[in-house]
């Protein structure tokens, strides 16, 4: 295992990622190249340079830092995951990008007696899948497609260990919270809606939550001197996936939209 893994933020109080009160550690580098990211500065593996609008220079983007710095880091808030029954969440980035360090910092997580949540793209050989879940509490999974086809035209990488890996967490009855991030001219439709709910039929999920499309991420590609291809695309609200929260809850999937 690497002495050190390269981390861009470490996000505190935050309370959308997980249960109560949680710190965030977001591990740069992702295997997958989704045309619609909202954080690009997380694909790349290594610390880059991003301009800095505000400062009006270009910034270091990423860095590495050691097991021991992480652990140090987030548990200066002890004292709020108790109270709230919060914890540390690790993201990304694909926090499996850098699995073997990222399953280490869970286990002494753990054994701090800290409540662990992670989110992922599930893109990872098995093996390692099934070490890295084995110290997650609750696992937020992405799927973003359900064909094959379509899942690698848009990401660049094969949808099959995904849904193998989704299979492995289901079976190893693993906390778990399924989401779509709904992408406009991508997955979105009442067809798109149909295929996905035919597909967790198959899997027994019967709960999915739906991320709508959103422009957060638009000014970074700039700053990346990188091509945004969802340029003056508008983003979803909630009222527009009304008609695929519904064509979900008709094939008996309870379904939430963020």
């Known amino acids: 295992m690497k002495d050190q893994a390269c981390i861009f933020n470490i996000q505190k ?6 249960p109560g009160i949680r ?3 977001f591990f740069k580098g992702c295997p997958l190249r989704c045309y619609w990211c909202s954080n690009p500065e997380s694909q790349n593996g290594n610390p880059e340079q991003m301009w800095d609008t505000q400062k009006n220079q270009h910034t270091m983007v990423g860095e590495y830092k050691s097991m021991d710095e992480i652990i140090h880091e987030v548990m200066k808030d002890e004292a709020f995951y108790e109270e709230s029954d919060g914890g540390v969440t690790l993201s990304g980035g694909e926090v499996l990008y850098q699995a073997e360090f990222a399953t280490e910092l869970l286990r002494q997580l753990k054994a701090k007696g800290i409540h662990t949540a992670s989110e992922t793209t599930g893109f990872s ?3 390692t899948f099934n070490k890295f879940i084995e110290q997650v509490d609750l696992l937020y999974f992405d799927v973003k497609h359900h064909d094959e086809a379509q899942h690698k035209a848009g990401t660049g990488v094969s949808l099959k260990p995904i849904l193998k890996n989704l299979a492995i967490a289901i079976e190893q009855k693993q906390k778990l919270v399924v989401r779509i991030p709904v992408i406009p001219h991508y997955n979105d439709g009442p067809a798109n809606a149909k295929a996905f709910a035919k597909l967790f039929n198959q899997m027994n999920i019967t709960k999915v939550e739906l991320l709508p499309f959103h422009q957060f991420g638009e000014k970074k590609y700039a700053s990346l001197d990188r091509e ?3 340029q ?3 983003q979803l609200h909630t009222e527009d996936l009304t008609y695929f929260k519904e064509i979900l809850e008709e094939n008996n999937i309870q379904c939430k939209v963020h």
């Open 13 to 18: 109080f935050s309370i959308h990622d997980g």
């Open 23 to 25: 710190t965030v550690v």
């Open 125 to 127: 050989k098995a093996e």
């Open 228 to 230: 945004y291809e969802m």
């Open 232 to 234: 003056d695309i508008p």
